[in-house]
Each structure stands twice: as structure tokens, then as C-alpha cells.
């Protein structure tokens, strides 16, 4: 079966660890990726890891999120510490006294005590924590939040960096990013601990955020750069000398912006940027949408930079880097995070495992195959082509660009012009599409299979072969939710108890009926009716999982969905019976 790889590191032997969702296995390869050493299973699919000597600390996650500790002299696991639903990115603190733990659905970030192996501490963050670093000193650490927490329908649509302070372990802050800032994956903390650099894979912008050891972050002093045009999100980037996402040149005396650099050509497309990093003299990109890494010469870069007149015209200038970039074409399928060691660059990629080794200076890659006997079923073939940019005219984007996260939802409004122009709606998740027709919130699509086909056509300007739209078809068909962080051991809290009986009573269950929580028919309900048919019915099931809501996104919580909206209510309803009602249905 394929590796599906999910997290890469080199241990203090050199030997290659990787964690594989594919197979739930933690393998250990020499560097080169020849030879399979050590393969340890998992119960739950690994999603990170963190080697420490003789052991490595893996993260692990399917139904319960757990920090699982693997003994590498005996092959066991010594102990499955409970952490939060959707656990990820394992890291030391500053210290190395703790580990601390994303917990993606959970909304948390906790602390772990490696010794005691329990959790110790916990602290909640806006939505879905992806990563987080510490500043220089220690005494904050800076959590992504994946997704934007907020209602979608006005000016401003954007994911936030929580900032936790240590001491307390308490969030004091968070930081919204710039304007259609979504599917935030990372970030990092600049060398001389000055600037906090947040990766936007999402829309718009990058934010760069002064940051005085003493004062914190100064949001008064950000820079904001907006990238054209409005839309094209990850393709458009800034690059920072730490190497994560931008180059972002300031004065530091003077906390003054002076410009920033555009990644894309003006005919390529530079699609899926995963992971960054670099050097003195480098900067490396892996585009997992194009299958490429890119290799730029900084200090031509930085030279060329500060020669530019007109630092304005560098928002649109997509000829800069034209002579200062090598784009490298590697082999296989999906470049996603990757390893920079000495002189090489070790990139495993998802959709192939196909390992490339890149030698920086002379740019020859070393391909070898990782998986031989690797097969892949529909489902898996049409994940890759959902996830594949060069499907897409010039390489701009895939289908994961609006659905990240498994074919979720990026929480934003877009207007697709398939139902008119100037009329927005709300980003869906594909989960169950296939089987809860009509497609589009307005229901202008009559089946998810046809909805397949007008995307790759009339959004990405390819028209597939029906295959390949049928390995995408099986892909979405194969998706299965995520169990709710909101049920406790996998069972209905006593508060969803009561709340499925106002369900129950509101006759909620008139529309959304049936296993999906569906009728699968179109009502005219709540305001601003656009069509004569009404709305689509959308499934309950996951919703905790895709706010906002309603047609237009104006409801930022499911709890506002019944206070502030009256979604099908046509009575008064108590405080008590709604919190009720949204702990039952963020539970389905």
C-alpha cells in the first residue's frame, strides 16, 4: 500500500524516520532511503514525530488523539499519553523539560511531561492549531489557527496566530492576519527573535509582526503585504531569512516595511507550497502542487532587492526572480515537508514515495523508490488528482486550494459565477456530496459527479478524462467523518441528551432527516432568498467541523445559528434548550 507520509526527520545516527498514514507505521530508513531498517506499527494513523535518544515520541490520531512514547530498544510502546482530538506537531520546549502538542480539533494546545507521561497543563486556542514555535526567550509560544473563526460575509475574512504566554500557560492574544488569510501550516520565529513569520497558504497576504522580548507582539507596527491578484493565495509569496514563507526586508531600527517579493511567474503558476527553509545562500521551496522544489540565490535576491527603485511596483512585479531561481522538476508525486541537511535537500513525496535527494550546489536529484511495490486503488489515485496543480491551466491551483484539510472547507465566501455574479457563497466540505445531491448550496449542480467535472473545467480549465473523474468521484466517496471533540468517549454528553430532544421538539428533523441529517430538498428559509427554490438542505453530520454558517457564512458559531439567526425557529426558545441544541448537533 502507499506510505501517505506525514512527517520526516533525520535522528542523531543520520537514519531517515518517517511516519506513514498509509501503513500506521513509524519506518526507519538508512539517509538514503535504500534500505528499510526498523517499521513499527501504530494502532492510530501517525500524524508527527519526535525522536529523542532511544525513543520517539509519536503523535497519533484516528478516534483518540494520544502522544504515544516508542521505546526504539525494545520496538514497544511504553505508553499512549490521551492529549486532544486531532493531535499533531510533537515538539520540545525551550527547556526540553515538556512536550507540547497541537490538538487540531480539540481547539488546544497542551503541555506534556515527559516523565510523568501525562498532560500537565492545557490551554485553548481559536481553530484548529496546526503548529506553533517559541520566541527566543521562551516565554511565548505562537499557535496557527488553520482555519479563520469568524463569520464570512464581510470586509474582512481571516485566520489568526494565538499567542500563548508561558508562565501561565494562558492565551493573551490573537493575532489576525491579513485579509482571505486561510490553511495556515506554519511559521517561525527570525533568527535574531525580532519577527514572527506566519505561512498563509490560504489567500491574500503574509503579516509581519515585530516582536519585542519584553512588549510582545506590536499589532500597531504590522506590515501587511497583499499579493495580485486577490485570490491566488498559494501561489504568491514572501520570503523571510529564517526560510519559512517571506522574504520580508525592514529596517529594524526604524520597524519600517520596505517591500516584498512575488514567488509566481506571470505565465507558471507555482501551486501547493508546503515547506520552506533555508540558508545563507538559498532559499528552498517544495511545491506539492507542481511537483517541483524551487532554489533561490538570497544574496542576488537581497542585492537586487535593495538596488529596486520603486519598492511599490514589487506587489505586481512578477518578473523579480527571473535569472535568481532554479525551479527543479522532481520525481514523483506531492513534495510536501521535507529535510535540509548540509549540502542536500531530502524531500519523500505523498503521492509517489518516491525519495528525491537534491545536492544544492549542483542541483542533480537522486530519485529512489521508496515503496516498490506500490499500488494505488481509485481512491487513492483520484486524492492525487484532487491534490495535483498541473491539472490546472499554467499550474495555479488544485481542488485543495478551496477544500484543504481532506476536501473540508476553507472557511471563506467565493463567487463561482455558476449561479450569477456578485452573489458569494460559503466554501462546503465535500464529505457525503456524493451521496446528499443536489450539489452548491444553491443546488445549481444536480449531483456531485457533474459538480466534479464544471470544477476541473470551468475552474481550473481542464477538462478531465471521465477516469480521472471517476478516481475523484471514488476519493470523495471514500471520505468518513472525523469523530466530534464534542462526545465524551464516543457517546452523546448528557447536555446532547437534552439537546437532541429540542431537536426533537423544534421538528428540526422535518429537513434535516435520514442518516445524513438530510432531506436532500430545496427550502425557502431564513432571509435574503435568493432563488425561488430556496436552499439546499446541507448535512448535519461534521458541522462541527465547517463553520461558518448559513448560505453566506454571516453565522459564525452553530450557537448563533439559533440565537442570532433563528434558523427554524419559529418560537421562543430558552438560553438553556439552544446551548443544549448546539452541543447536539456539534456532536452528530
Known sequence: PPFFTTDAVLNAKGELLMTQKGTRHLDIFSADGKSLLHSFPFDEIPTGLL????????????????????????????????????????????????????????????????????????????????????????????????????????????????????????KVKDIQLANGSNALRGMCITPDGKYLIVIDLGIDAVRLYPFDPVKGIDEEKAYTFHVEPAGSGPRHLVFDKSGKIAYLLNDVAKQEFVGAVLVDEPDRGAAGIWSIACDDKHIFITHSGTHEVSLIDHPAMLAKFESYKDKSRLDYDLNFLYGLRERVPLQGNGPRNFIFSGDKLIIPTYFADILNTVDINTLEVTATDMNPGRTETPENKGEKYFNDANHCYQGWQSCNGCHPGDARTDGMNWDLMNDGVGNSK????????????????????????????????????????EEMAKCVDAYMKSLRPVPSPYLVNGELSDKAKEGRKVFEKLKCGECHSGPYYTDMKMHRIGEDIEFEKGWDTPTLIEVWRTAPYLFDGRAATMEEVFEVHKHGIDKKVSKKDVEALTEYVNSL
Not at 464581510?154 to 508562565?167: G, T
Not at 446528499?436 to 470544477?455: L, Q
Open 426 to 465: 460559503n466554501c462546503k466540505s465535500m464529505l457525503y456530496s456524493h451521496v446528499t445531491p443536489p450539489s452548491m448550496i444553491s443546488g445549481v449542480r444536480e449531483s456531485a459527479e457533474y459538480a466534479v467535472r464544471a470544477g476541473f473545467k470551468f475552474i481550473q480549465f481542464f477538462e478531465p478524462e
Open 51 to 170: 525522536p529523542d535518544g532511544d525513543k520517539v515520541y509519536v503523535t497519533t490520531f484516528e478516534n483518540t488523539g494520544r502522544l504515544q512514547v516508542l521505546s526504539l530498544e525494545s520496538g514497544r510502546v511504553e505508553a499512549a499519553i490521551p492529549t486532544g482530538s486531532g493531535a499533531c506537531h510533537p515538539m520540545f520546549g525551550p527547556d526540553k523539560k515538556h512536550i507540547y502538542v497541537c490538538n487540531q480539533f480539540d481547539n488546544s494546545v497542551v503541555e506534556v511531561d515527559p516523565v510523568m507521561r501525562k498532560v500537565v497543563r492545557s490551554v485553548k486556542v481559536l481553530r484548529e492549531p496546526k503548529s506553533a514555535v517559541f520566541s527566543k526567550d521562551g516565554k511565548y509560544m505562537f499557535v496557527t489557527n488553520f482555519l479563520p473563526a469568524q463569520r464570512a460575509d464581510v470586509d474582512v475574512v481571516a485566520a489568526c496566530v494565538s499567542v500563548i504566554e508561558m508562565d501561565g500557560f494562558t
